[in-house]
């Protein structure tokens, strides 16, 4: 018997599809690849933003700047971000962890982390289109957030102390 299927409890093992448990641990493995390159992306893009305010808007290095945060969000942070969502969405059936407390306030998490994608999806346009308004100190404070919220999210899904 598949490792996963022990640890699982008897009420899920039968109603788990033996091809969801065979692709288990590659689910598993693809969903930490894409975790890892979201958060590369969410922890690069802020740092772009602070160099970006450096700049002058129309000057080849504005361009660059552009041209990099565009590439970053539209092939690393938009693909992982979707990659990871639905990597770990099966994952949480395939466990059945949907009413765990630890998993509830990890998937509020993910949803907040979700949000200041969002966000910097709406702030790479600003500069795209030359209204950023914020500041560099901005960006660096910003800069964190990503960080402080995967810390969060991988002690609850490690220690699960609750």
Known sequence: MPAIMQAMPDHRQSGMSETLTAFYPWLK????????????????????????CETAVGTPEYERFMLMERKLMHVIINPSMIATWVLGLSLASALDVWSAPWFHLKLALVVALSAIHGMF????????????TKTQRFYRIVNEVPAVLMIFIVILVVVKPF
Do not use: C, E, T
């Not at 999806?121 to 950023?132: E, I, M, P, T, Y």
């Open 29 to 52: 493995a693809f969903h930490i690849i894409a975790v890892i390159a979201w958060m590369a992306g969410m922890l690069y893009l802020p740092r772009l933003f602070v160099y970006h």
């Open 121 to 132: 999806s709406r702030w790479r346009k600003d500069f795209a289109l030359g209204r950023n």
